[in-house]
């Protein structure tokens, strides 16, 4: 049960808004879990509705909780949030932010590239592309799919080396390919049957979709990779300047 302890001199919803600050911190109140009403709040800690939501409304604005109407008020999943300001990889992440990552291999083959990675990539529609499938997980809760594909021909070797810590662009990087740049699209998207099914969401859930490519010094595209990243899950950051 929520409690409140009442400190002279302090404003009742900061005390509401810091005491529910606490419980999500500590643990006690669980990503996706739906906060008790606000009639039940008020009841709990000894103050208004008023009040309740007043402090409640604090922690919605900082992106502790969020809001479903008609539902109710739920405890924000934890995001990962990754700097597009520079070309990282999911694990300087994970260490810049603290979470356990995992990466899970889903399918690895050569196939006939499409016309969409064909253009991409600058080649002919249905050359070889190596296409790399996996999850990436913070956690253990599945956050991107991820899917790569490279031109069979740069690097045919990818088919068997070890995937599991890093992308197939920092092999490339490794084998002496110097990577300069990559430009990404991100749009919002709702997930279909198969991404639902992956993310462990309901079909339709909003996702965040990004298509990236990655060139060589030369200018050269050397992947494109195809992101399905969970909506609540998932936040991108980048820094505008004039």
Same mark, same amino acid.
């Given at each position: ?25 500590? =643990? ?26 007043? =402090? ?24 990962? &949030? ?37 253009? &991409? ?5 249905? &050359? ?90 030369? =200018? ?23």
């Amino acid at each position: 049960m929520l409690t409140l302890t009442k400190t002279e001199g302090v404003a009742l919803y900061i005390q509401v808004r810091e005491a529910l600050r606490e419980q999500i911190e500590s =643990g006690l109140l669980n990503p996706g879990e739906r906060l008790p009403s606000e009639e039940e709040l008020a009841a709990q800690f000894g103050v208004s509705r008023m009040t309740v939501r007043q =402090g409640v409304s604090d922690l919605t604005d900082e992106g502790l909780l969020y809001r479903r109407r008609g539902i109710g008020t739920f405890v924000t999943q934890f995001h990962v &949030e990754r700097d597009h300001n520079r070309l990282t990889d999911f694990f300087e992440t994970a260490r810049a932010e603290g979470f356990k990552a995992e990466v899970r291999l889903l399918s690895r083959e050569v196939i006939a590239a499409k016309l969409m990675i064909a253009n &991409e990539l600058g080649l002919q529609e249905n &050359e070889p592309v190596v296409r790399i499938q996996s999850l990436r997980l913070a956690g253990n809760v599945p956050v991107t799919i991820y899917d790569e594909y490279v031109p069979y021909k740069l690097r045919p070797e990818l088919l068997t080396e070890d995937l599991r810590s890093r992308a197939a662009w920092q092999i490339l990087e490794e084998s002496g390919l110097v990577i300069k740049r990559a430009v990404q699209v991100i749009e919002a998207r709702g997930a279909d049957e198969e991404i639902a099914v992956l993310l462990d969401i309901e079909e339709d859930s909003p996702i965040l979709f990004k298509n990236r490519v990655i060139y060589a010094e030369d =200018g050269s595209p050397v992947e494109v990779i195809l992101c399905h990243n969970h909506g609540n899950m998932y936040a991108a950051k980048m820094i505008l300047m004039r």
